[in-house]
């Protein structure tokens, strides 16, 4: 039994998202970390807009290399990394846009408030270096530094074969204490077998409310991802992934379709 929960806790921690990339609520033991790499190839055709009579139509493409590395640093404290480079190219909605550059950088501390067999509850704290394409239509969120308050909490359900586990995350994102600009959701279903393989289901919810910004209103955006990947441990503590993701809803955000494949790396 200790054995298959520590596996479901390894599995949990090591979550790679194509455009978002977070640990569940379980800690990695002090000493312990991974590093999960991923190359993300994004397409979109279409838009999700709310401004009538105009062509919803793009041209979008986006290549992404992202990092995500964790370590645990004490019994209830872990540390997180994660960073990417994006290539994009964007043309539609009366905009062209070429963009090369970092990614949102996120350095964060995760803090497991309490553990019993097949659940943990944790809050995380991130700073978010500020980075990512110009155009708020290619993206929810600014450029500017941020802050991130997480919280997450997991459960998991052992069976003869195999393990269910369930994590759910909501946080949310400010520039300054004046007003919350980001809320997001997170939801991961998964199975594991007690050999290699793992699957997913996973869920992400993100909105960022209408304000205003040197005279004119930024417009409410709105977008909710569904992405399956599975997971294969080809030799101890090193594992492939491949997953796909799409766009279900959104408003003011480009409608993607994701091709991902990740390596793992557990030390």
């Not at 003869?160 to 586990?165: A, C, G, H, R, T």
């Not at 910004?213 to 503590?237: C, H, M, T």
Request: hydrophobic residues 40%; proline residues 2%; charged residues 25%.
């Amino acid at each position: 039994m200790k054995f298959i929960i520590e596996k479901v806790i390894l599995a949990l921690a090591a979550f790679a998202w194509p455009s978002l990339c977070y640990a569940g609520a379980w800690n990695l033991p002090p000493g312990e970390g991974q590093i999960i790499s991923t190359f993300n190839y994004t397409t979109a055709n279409t838009a999700f807009t709310d401004i009538e009579n105009i062509d919803n139509a793009v041209e979008f493409t986006k290549s992404e290399i992202r990092v995500f590395y964790e370590h645990g640093l004490t019994k209830h404290l872990t540390a997180v990394v994660n960073a990417a480079h994006q290539t994009i190219n964007f043309d539609g909605l009366q905009s062209s846009i070429n963009f090369s550059d970092f990614d949102k950088t996120e350095l964060g501390l995760r803090y497991e408030i309490k553990r019993l067999e097949g659940l943990a509850i944790s809050v995380q704290g991130s700073y978010i270096i500020g980075g990512g394409p110009p155009e708020s239509i290619l993206d929810i969120g600014n450029r500017r530094d941020s802050f991130e308050l997480r919280g997450l909490w997991g459960q998991s359900k052992e069976y003869e074969n195999y393990v269910i586990f369930f994590d759910a995350q909501a946080a949310i994102r400010a520039s300054n204490t004046d007003r919350i600009e980001d809320w997001r959701t997170d939801l991961t279903l998964g199975w594991k077998d007690k050999k290699k393989l793992m699957a997913l289901l996973q869920g992400y919810y993100t909105q960022r409310s209408s304000f205003g910004r040197d005279g004119f209103v930024v417009p409410i955006q709105k977008r909710a991802k569904l992405q399956a990947s599975l997971v294969y441990e080809y030799k101890e503590n090193r594992l492939v992934q491949f997953g796909y993701l799409q766009t279900v809803a959104g408003r003011n955000i480009v409608k993607e379709r994701t091709l991902s494949l990740g390596t793992w790396i557990r030390y």
